[in-house]
C-alpha cells in the first residue's frame, strides 16, 4: 500500500554517492568526546573537593562554591590535554584508514581487470593474477613477525 507524504511521515535519506572511500573518522565527534570526558573529570574533581570543603566550612552553599571553583580550574587545566591527546588520535586513525581504504580499492580494482581479463580471454591474464597473488602475499602477516599498528607511521618517518 503507498502512503501519501504528510508532514507526520519519517523523511527517507538516500545519499546519491558512494561513501566506500569516505574516512569514518569523525573529528568533531572526537573533539566532543574528548570535551565530555574532560567535563566529567572536572565534576568528580568538583564533587570531591566540596565534600571535603564542608568538613572545613559551615553550611553546603560555601562548599559548593569551593566546590564549583575546583571543578571550573580542573577544566581549564584537563580539556586542553584531552583536546591534544584526541587530536593526536584521530590522525593516526584517520591515517590508518586511509591505508585500509587505499588497499580495499587496489584490491578491487585488480579483481575487476581479472574478471575483465577472463571476459575478455586477454593473454595477459596470468599476469595479471600473477601481480595479484604477490600482492596477496605481501599482505598476509608473517606469523614470526609481530604485527605493529604503528608500522606505517614510523617507515614514514
Known amino acids: 500500500m503507498i502512503r501519501p507524504v504528510n508532514a507526520l511521515a519519517p523523511k527517507v535519506l538516500f545519499?546519491?554517492?558512494?561513501?566506500?572511500?569516505?574516512?569514518?573518522?569523525?573529528?568533531?565527534?572526537?573533539?566532543?568526546?574528548?570535551?565530555?570526558?574532560?567535563?566529567?573529570?572536572?565534576?568528580?574533581?568538583?564533587?570531591?573537593?566540596?565534600?571535603?570543603?564542608?568538613?572545613?566550612?559551615?553550611?553546603?552553599?560555601?562548599?559548593?562554591?569551593?566546590?564549583?571553583?575546583?571543578g571550573i580550574i580542573t577544566m581549564l587545566f584537563a580539556a586542553p590535554r584531552f583536546l591534544y591527546k584526541a587530536g593526536i588520535k584521530a590522525y593516526t586513525k584517520e591515517k590508518e584508514m586511509d591505508v585500509f581504504t587505499k588497499e580495499k580499492e587496489i584490491q578491487k580494482k585488480l579483481l575487476s581487470d581479472v574478471d575483465e581479463a577472463i571476459e575478455m580471454h586477454s593473454e595477459d591474464l596470468s599476469e595479471k593474477l600473477e601481480n595479484y597473488s604477490k600482492s596477496k602475499e605481501k599482505n598476509t602477516p608473517n606469523p614470526s613477525e609481530k604485527p605493529s599498528r604503528y608500522r606505517n607511521l614510523l617507515s614514514q618517518s
Open 15 to 70: 545519499k546519491g554517492h558512494d561513501s566506500y572511500s569516505d574516512n569514518p573518522v569523525n573529528r568533531k565527534f572526537e573533539r566532543r568526546l574528548a570535551l565530555l570526558n574532560a567535563g566529567s573529570v572536572s565534576v568528580i574533581a568538583g564533587a570531591a573537593t566540596m565534600l571535603v570543603a564542608r568538613s572545613y566550612t559551615s553550611s553546603w552553599k560555601h562548599a559548593g562554591w569551593f566546590g564549583l571553583g575546583a
